[in-house]
């Protein structure tokens, strides 16, 4: 069998994985931070995948995991306290774990690159913005300091940063929320990464400043063709951006599926819960939905589904088995493609 | 910023004024007399003494004594005569500072050198052996009274090891001011290590230091940019006015290793009750303190974008 290697007119082609698989893979990855308390199990056996072009968002409460396995994405974890026993985390093929650390960096940046939640915080407040884009490529390309600077008032431009070259050497707190996140998307930009990662990149903006922002990177993503990872508590920036969604809960997936899919017929409690406390307008003074409960404790995991203290559905077998994130079928057996459930009674939950 | 410089340097009129009295106060009320001091434990007639007593103008009140001690300043930067000698404050301060200037910067150097490198290390290494073995050398350092490590490392180094001079000869080489420099040098390097180790293992932690490390910049650069440029901020302004205070002299080092800098002069000048050239010599330290102040917010402007005057 022969694959048939197509040369297509999209542009900036970028090619998957030196074995034709995703750009970025993740496989049962797990990561531990031990405590003095015990051992914190954040993430127990994530697996997802990213093509390029392609956008994931990964959606969950605080807590869930999400930013920890983005960030052993990216190897900014510090180890110790974290651990990853186990996991193989693939990106064009090659596992990202076992390589050196200078292999690592010179991933991080170049080809992976990842935007911040809180800019202002994540800039360094006593260097110029100019400064800190141009050092990407003054480390990664070996520019002078002067073309640096000139590369770094295109990224501004690029971000739609007005009066760019006026603003570069001014500092991160002379911005405001909205403009500073641009800078940080233009430093995750700067060398055109295969692989951008950003964790609730509008958490800390206000709403219409979120949707600009959203759309900036999308409209970026689009042109360079990259993959992007979207990590999220906010259903309404998912449903715009997003293709695919994987829905965390205490370190694992619950449930995965194409966005519509995921809005249309949830396949998990959780992410019905999830859908059911958006506030709506034609239910306008009605009490507002919330999943009962609190995010389980890391260091005591539930045994079971981890979700079942707070599963309106939880029945015996929830509190002794723990689901596997199986394929979620039609009510006739037919596939859904890429859709898969980690509960027991998905099907119930389905269909209904 | 011009007009920040100004503003600062017109508050030093009044900070001046208000430290040269309340020296030139304290002074007066301290019990004894230069003029009598003078005659030690020879006989003389009051009358030889009122002469000299209005010679030196001791006889009017504190407060036109004081008066005309600033006019002189001001006026003819006359800081007035060492009663015991005759010769002008300025000329004694002129032989003295040098020394101590000498001391003083090779004492700052060993200070902000070590200081910062011993921080560093143990800030990135925070919780771990070698923190640990800093913070409590740091604490015999600052723990140990000045005069007693002095005497010891005199004792161990140079004459029992012979590594380095016993006392100071010739205030010109640099060799035979180490010694006493180090010793000058232990409690503030010890406090410059501290505050670094503090500064460095915090901003370790930031969220600027997690995008330098993501955005793949190699360790060296990760320290030595991003890390150090905002933890060092605290450890000059230290730095700073501790420069201003090693200018004053150290008494204490100074009589131990027998150098002649301005920390013996004020000594020689209180036990001698001799007032003028007390705040003679007090007065140009507060001139040398309150600049090396100035310079040390004007560098913080600089290294701390955050930071504007206007």
């Known amino acids: 069998m022969t694959t048939i290697q197509k040369v297509s007119a999209v542009p900036s082609p970028r090619d998957a994985g030196e074995d034709g698989g995703p750009l970025l893979e993740v496989r049962d990855l797990h990561v531990e931070f031990h405590t003095r308390d015990g051992v914190v199990k954040a993430v127990n056996g994530v697996n997802y995948s990213v093509n390029a072009g392609e956008t994931l968002a990964v959606l969950g409460e605080s807590g869930s995991g999400k930013s920890v396995t983005a960030q052993a994405i990216m190897g900014i974890l510090d180890m110790p306290p974290a651990k990853i026993p186990q996991g193989e985390i693939r990106f064009r093929g090659q596992d990202m774990l076992t390589m050196s650390a200078e292999e690592r960096r010179k991933i991080r940046g170049r080809r992976i690159s990842m935007i911040f939640q809180d800019a202002l915080s994540s800039l360094n407040p006593v260097l110029s913005v100019g400064y800190q884009l141009g050092e990407m490529f003054r480390v990664h390309q070996g520019l002078s300091k002067k073309e640096a600077k000139t590369r770094a008032v295109e990224l501004m431009d690029r971000v739609k940063i007005p009066a760019a070259k006026a603003r570069v050497d001014d500092y991160p707190h002379q911005f405001s929320g909205g403009m500073r996140q641009r800078i940080m998307i233009a430093m995750a930009l700067a060398l055109e990464p295969d692989l951008i990662i950003a964790d609730e990149p509008t958490t800390a903006l206000d709403v219409t400043v979120q949707a600009q922002v959203m759309d900036l990177l999308a409209e970026l993503q689009r042109e360079y063709n990259m993959g992007l990872i979207l990590i999220t508590h906010d259903l309404g920036v998912v449903a715009d951006v997003a293709d695919k969604i994987a829905v965390m809960y205490a370190g694992r997936i619950v449930e995965q599926a194409p966005v519509h899919d995921l809005y249309k017929r949830p396949a998990h409690p959780y992410t019905r819960g999830l859908l059911d406390s958006i506030p709506r307008l034609d239910h306008k003074g009605q009490e507002l939905f919330a999943i009962k409960g609190l995010p389980p404790n890391l260091l005591r995991i539930p045994s079971g589904c981890a979700f079942n203290p707070r599963c309106p559905k939880a029945q015996d077998i929830c509190r002794t088995q723990i689901p596997e994130l199986e394929p979620v079928t039609e009510r006739d057996g037919s596939e859904l493609p890429g859709r898969a459930a980690a509960c027991h009674f998905w099907k119930e939950t389905i269909h209904g | ?310």
């Open chain 2, 1 to 310: 910023m011009g007009r920040y410089v100004a503003r600062r340097l017109l508050q030093m009129i009044p900070v001046f004024i208000g430290t040269t009295l309340l020296i030139f106060l304290m002074v007066y009320a301290l019990p004894g007399d230069p003029v009598r001091g003078l005659f030690g434990d020879k006989a003389t007639t009051p009358s030889v003494i009122r002469a000299l007593r209005h010679e030196y103008g001791l006889d009017k009140p504190v407060l036109v004594q004081y008066w005309d001690f600033m006019k002189g300043i001001v006026l003819h930067f006359d800081f007035g005569k060492q009663i015991a000698s005759g010769r002008p404050v300025t000329e004694i301060l002129g032989e003295a500072f040098p020394v101590t200037l000498r001391l003083a910067s090779l004492a700052f150097v060993i200070e902000a050198v070590i200081g910062i490198v011993l921080g560093v290390v143990a800030g990135l290494r925070a919780g771990k052996a070698a923190d640990t073995v800093i913070l409590f050398f740091t604490l015999l350092l600052i723990s140990v009274p000045v005069f007693v490590l002095g005497y010891i490392l005199q004792t161990v180094f140079a004459i029992n090891l012979g590594w380095l001079e016993p006392s100071v000869t010739d205030p010109t080489d640099f060799n035979q001011l180490l010694l006493p420099a180090i010793v000058l040098a232990s409690a503030s390097l010890a406090y410059v290590a501290r505050l670094s180790r503090t500064s460095v293992a915090e901003n370790l932690r930031a969220d600027y230091m997690r995008t330098a490390i993501a955005k793949g910049l190699p360790r060296r650069r990760v320290v030595g940019v991003h890390l150090l440029r905002n933890s060092l901020i605290p450890v000059v302004t230290f730095l700073g006015t501790d420069l201003g205070a090693l200018m004053g002299g150290a008494i204490v080092t100074e009589g131990i290793f027998n150098i002649h800098g301005v920390g013996g002069t004020i000594a020689d000048s209180i036990t001698r009750r001799e007032g003028t050239t007390l705040v003679g010599l007090v007065t140009i330290l507060v001139l040398v303190y309150l600049v090396c102040s100035l310079i040390v917010d004007l560098l913080y402007a600089v290294l701390d974008p955050r930071i504007r005057y206007a």
